[in-house]
């Protein structure tokens, strides 16, 4: 079962925040973030461990909340460069990394 | 860096036609992944693979096959191609280990006619 992500869609103007929520029905062992960006491949930005750890990738951070089986993306001070589409992978015991539908994400000047 | 080659960046094929889509990854890794990726519903895994001739299902198996005859290579087959796998279809490699980052190859973008 694939996990939630919201929004489906946001706008942001060059410098705003948004958050980016994906949400499981299933125990979780991880969550994993991707970006892709237009006409590209996936490109890796960060793996959570359960243990409710933060982490980031230039001004991009997560948590994962492992008793709420939610990760939220926290887009920071965004840029350009952050317009994509961003997707969360979960993993829980005994299946494979799972891919929510993906958060389309676009950063206007 | 890693490097996830596919084949063919676009293909058009007719329906009923035998479809082979070719992925070659350099860095040795023991997993391979084929995703199809479809606007709303993410990337959903139609095969696995965790070594040479090994093959798991994914969430859609349904009118695809696999073939892994050596590490670097998976391949996936459309048996007989119907209009509804018209898609884009990833292929991805990562390490042994299931934390390890999935690393993409650009895509095939798949026209069924």
């Known amino acids: 079962q694939q996990p939630v992500q919201s929004p489906q869609a946001v706008i942001l103007r060059e410098g705003e925040d948004a958050v980016i929520n994906c949400s499981s029905s299933?125990?979780?062992?991880?969550v994993h973030w991707y970006r892709q960006k237009h006409g590209e491949a996936p490109v890796f930005l960060m793996i959570?461990?359960?243990?409710?750890e933060q982490k980031g990738h230039e001004k991009i951070s997560a948590s994962f909340n492992e008793k709420k089986q939610q990760s939220s993306l926290y887009l920071t001070a965004s840029q350009l460069s952050y317009s994509g589409t961003y997707f969360c992978?979960?993993?829980?015991?005994?299946?494979?990394?799972?891919f929510g539908g993906g958060t389309r994400v676009l950063v206007k000047p | 860096d890693v490097k996830v080659t596919q084949s063919s960046r676009y293909l058009v094929k007719r329906t009923g036609e035998k479809v082979f889509l070719e992925c070659v990854q350099d860095?040795?890794?023991?997993?391979m992944f084929w995703y199809r990726q479809d606007p709303g519903l993410g990337l959903r895994l139609i095969y696995f693979?965790?070594?040479?001739?090994?093959?798991e299902k994914g969430d859609i198996p349904e009118g695809y096959s696999v073939s892994r005859e050596k590490k670097e290579r998976f391949s996936l087959i459309l048996e007989s191609a119907s209009t509804n796998q018209t898609s884009m279809y990833l292929c991805?490699?990562?390490?042994?280990?299931?934390?390890?980052?999935?690393?993409f190859g650009d895509g095939t973008r798949l026209s069924i006619l």
């Open positions: 991805a490699s990562s390490a042994v280990d299931s934390n390890q980052p999935q690393h």
């Open positions: 992978g979960t993993l829980a015991p005994g299946n494979k990394l799972t």
């Open positions: 860095m040795d890794h023991e997993n």
């Open positions: 959570l461990l359960k243990g409710g």
């Open positions: 299933k125990a979780l062992y991880s």
């Open positions: 693979s965790y070594d040479v001739k090994m093959k």
